[in-house]
């Protein structure tokens, strides 16, 4: 079992007096940013002037600078620009700035364990990655609650690591919840292999060919929507409170029994066989290297693959349908 840590194991003494400069005030970055404030903690925020989050971070009371003024006055450098811009903002702005005793942080591994960022052996390097969006973990904070957080320890220099991330855990509202124990390999092949395969990959490759099924063999757009991805909230929604368990239990008989005897035949061996060829693409840094490629390459596959869908059927049909669901708003 996962070692978990809760407020009690936590003293936010161990970051008082240290300022902590947020690097990249989006959604996550405000939040972490926020909370961390409000827990008495001194943050400097960097974002790039006249931007939409500059501009978000100045109505937040925050005067925003520069990666290099931040990551030169800061004692713990947390990294929460987007993935593939975190080693060109770390080799250009903070890396120079990384003396001795300094503390670099990251809310996704992905940098670290696929050594685009490779720490001095002398500061800290820790993660804390709450899993939910930033404005998730503002909402609990202000609520007195908080969202579970990931904690991995990948340099302990100083020695107080693991006290100094349980401390920032706290800050943000984090150990309210618990704060899992992890490595920067597991976080990041895990979250990868998610994505890919079941959260966005896997969920909307489902959605689409369901909905093309239904369409393809004379039925209704508009019905074949509802069925294959209107309705997915419901049962996601159900899962997400009470597990598969709970969301069988609340449905009707008929569709537990299509779920639990159909169910099978779609996610079956051909398809387990590709998931673990996409998680040993991830776990050997094919993924990795494809992604990086990619973006020195001016990102042609992303694009291309990204406009693709742009005007398929069910997203017209969509667009439509929530066009009459004001609630959606």
Not at 14 to 26: D, E, L, R, V
Not at 69 to 89: M, R, S
Not at 115 to 143: C, H, N, S, T
Not at 314 to 329: A, C, D, F, H, N
Request: charged share 25%; aromatic share 8%; net charge neutral.
């Amino acid at each position: 079992m996962a070692k978990i840590y809760y407020d009690k194991d936590a003293d936010l003494n161990s970051i008082k007096n240290k300022k902590i400069a947020i690097i990249g005030y989006g959604i996550q970055g405000r939040g972490q940013a926020l909370n961390l404030r409000d827990s008495g903690v001194q943050v400097i925020v960097s974002e790039l002037e006249g931007n939409e989050n500059y501009k978000n971070a100045v109505k937040d009371g925050f005067k925003p600078v520069g990666a290099e003024q931040a990551a030169k006055e800061a004692d713990i450098i947390q990294i929460l620009t987007q993935d593939h811009v975190q080693a060109a903002v770390y080799n250009k702005a903070i890396e120079k700035h990384l003396t001795k005793n300094k503390a670099l942080v990251f809310s996704h591994g992905f940098n670290i364990h696929f050594k685009q960022i490779v720490p001095p052996k002398d500061v800290d390097v820790f993660m804390i990655a709450p899993k939910g969006p930033g404005a998730l973990v503002r909402q609990q904070y202000e609520e007195g609650k908080g969202v579970p957080c990931l904690v991995a320890i990948y340099q302990d220099a100083s020695g107080n690591a693991l006290k100094i991330a349980l401390a920032y855990a706290k800050a943000i509202g984090g150990a309210r919840a618990g704060v899992i124990e992890t490595t920067f390999k597991e976080e990041t092949e895990t979250d990868l292999f998610g994505e890919q395969v079941v959260l966005c990959g896997g969920a909307t490759a489902l959605v689409k060919a369901g909905f093309e099924t239904l369409v393809n063999a004379g039925y209704q757009p508009e019905i074949a929507y509802f069925e294959c991805l209107h309705e997915l909230k419901l049962i996601t929604d159900l899962i997400y409170k009470v597990g598969i368990q709970g969301m069988r239990k609340r449905v009707s008989d008929t569709a537990e029994y299509g779920d639990l005897s159909r169910g099978p035949r779609i996610i079956n061996g051909e398809t387990r066989k590709e998931m673990k060829k996409i998680l040993e693409e991830v776990q050997s840094g094919k993924f990795a290297k494809e992604w990086i490629d990619e973006n020195k390459n001016g990102r042609p596959n992303f694009n291309k693959l990204s406009k693709a869908d742009d005007g398929i059927q069910i997203e017209k049909v969509g667009k439509q349908l929530r066009s009459m669901m004001p609630w959606m708003g």
